[in-house]
């Protein structure tokens, strides 16, 4: 059962909790979700590890009810990051295509693809995806595979995601440091897109809006390539903090009051409707109003909506977004927020799904597991992409050889 | 044929020029107050603003005597010996009440007049104010042009800036503050005093450029005086200012980038925070549309709740410089409560109160000891000033208190000690109802 490649874990170390999910991957190439642990997160600030050993904790607690519930060891894990730090950008290699009869060949697509992963990133960065888009052959656009085509020039659009390395590298010393490997890791916003969107969304043109505790994530797809990706470092946390700010409660009460009273849009009936705050013997404390505490919500997520939609409009993507957009996260569980939404981005808005993925039905139904399952998701396609070039023969020494690496 | 043709042409459209510029040119004067304000004037009073009166008012007869300019009032009753007013405001502020026609009587004439103070001392502080009320009587365009001093200089000092600026606002059309300490954070540590002192003055007189050029030079785009009068005509708003200088070929963009990191500026949050903006731009003959059109673009994409005006100016001795004035004001949260007139009502009292009998407050402020008398502290100033005026005025400097509540520092709650999320200068921590000024209630 040890190092089963069928078994694919997602970690993903949140703002608000750590979540594991494992999934089996079957013969077929289905996706089966087997088993889901997940613990509160309380050594994580904006999506970043702020507290390693409480973090490692919480790491660990998930791990172990993760294992328990899916009865598997757990070796490998998919490991997602965020943080503000992260930056997304397009990115185009050129390559001249030299050979006589002017034939594009698999060297000269290894070339170009090469070329456009040299990228001028500030030192002390380092790129988590380089996913390739389109390819141009002279300037025509759209083709996905050029080997074999003519040409004299052949260039790639590239998708470059990159953060700081140290920042990123805290997430992945944790995850090491409970005798774990890291496979990879992924950007949440790319989990989240992956586990939601049908390929059809993606041809159509999507946006993904994974609100979590600490961060935003969204990440476009259009043309059937991921165009855009982004990390805003505000969250459901900032809520919390917002409401705890202006109704003077303490933040536990105000996450509380979020979770039962809260609305991305104003009610018309709580017009001057008030809740009493009682404390552990039932007396009265303070009473909130409740008007206040949605107006104080609304404003925070319709500027969250603001920005992005303000970023994606400086990218030139809000035509593209032919399939609307699509909320995920913590966040995607407020009432009426994705009418909110609508009215910022000015495009159908809907609670995303998770397709074509299958297994326990009450980590599927959930907002907040998107992004874990995403990174199973992640992991199966490298997974398969990796089987369909072992041939048989490198398959064995494969096995051998990892067999005799193991001490 | 064709030559002469051409030659009258030129001559009537200079004509026309010279008459248009007639008609647009307001009259402008520059008052210099205080020692620092007569000393500022020396650097302004030159070659590029020709054509503007310049008037020095000091108690400091030394001070006077330096100047070059042409129009000197000299401050002074027996009591003070001649000696300047000792670094106290209450002294300054009485005189002036004492000469106010005088100072009226200099005023007259002009459509638009600069006041060019260093505030904290005794002759700026206290000068500055009843100086700035008697110019908007005669219906001038007041704008006023003040240092704030430095840490070091002591907390005296500062209050008594911060008292007079708060009395300017409530007179001047617009006050555009230029607090000294920030300006350290420009220079470098082996900067010397003189320097120190000689820096900050330029960067006032810059800031006074960027006004004079917009007001005066050809533009391209011009900004008329009407524009900048419905701008900042009772608004008795606090502006900050910033000039920034580029060449080469990716100027326009270095412009933006250096104003957005600007100190006076807080890196681009007062930008963000401010309800007016506005922009002059200055170059050579080389200056293009497209680049006015780059930086517009930019400055106004970061401040988007603001009205933003601008012009752009060809001056020849600019060579292929781009410089690049911003004036941002915010409203002063006090205007909308009060009633019109109200501040400044409440003042004239308290100022009426003071010169029906200068000559006693003089006279106790100079034979007293000075040095055993305990300074004001901002407080007891209040309550001076409420004693003086009525039931109405002390309502109202009550709510001036209360409204400068949001000055206070507002707590960042869990995000305190996590690195703070700045977006285009704003800090999204705080509370995106308090940033947005939307009153709960």
Redesign the interface.
Known sequence: MFDDPSIIVGLEIGTSKVCAVIGELGADGALNIIGLGQARSRGVRKGEVADTTQAEEDVRNAIVEAEQMADVEIRNVYLGVTGGHIRGFNNRGVHPVVSADREISGDDVQDVIKNAKAINLPAENSVVHAVRQHFFVDGQDGVTNPVGMLGSRLEVDMHVVHGNRNRLQNAIRLVKGLQLEVDEIVFNGLASSLALLTSEQKELGALVIDIGGGTTNYAVYAGGVIRHTGVLAVGGDHVSNDLAYGLKVPLSRAEKLKLEHGSALLDEKIKGQTITITNELGLPLKTVNVEHLQRIMSLRLEEIFQLVAQDLEQAGLTDYLRAGAFLCGGGARVPQVAKLAEQVLQMPVSLGQTNSVSGLKSALDQPEFVTAIGLVKFGSLKTRKREGKTSLARGLKGVFGKFLQRP | MTERRAGTMRTKIQEAAAVAQAVQKPAAKFFGVGNAGVSLLEAINREEFAGAGFVAVNTDAASLAGSTVALKIHLETKLLRGLGTGGDPERGHALAEEQFATLKAACEGSDVIFVIVGLGGGAGSGITPVLARAAKETGALVLAFVTLPFVCEGNRRQQQAQQSLEQLKSVADGVICLPCQKTFKLMDENTGVLDTFRITGELLVEGVRGVWRLLTRPGLIQIHFDDLCALVRDRHAESVFATVEASGPARSREVVEKLLNHQLLDEGRALAESDAVLVSLAGGKDLTMAEVDRVMEQISRHCERAQVIMGAAVDEAMKSRLAVTVIASRRNPDAKFQAPGGAPESLERADASASRNPERRLAAATHGDNTSQPAFTMAQREQVLARHASGRARKASAKLRQAQLPLAI??????DK??P?I?KGED??I????R?G?A?N
């Open positions: 507002i707590s960042k709650g869990r995000f996590s690195e999320t977006h999204l921590d509370p995106t109802y308090i947005r939307v709960l």
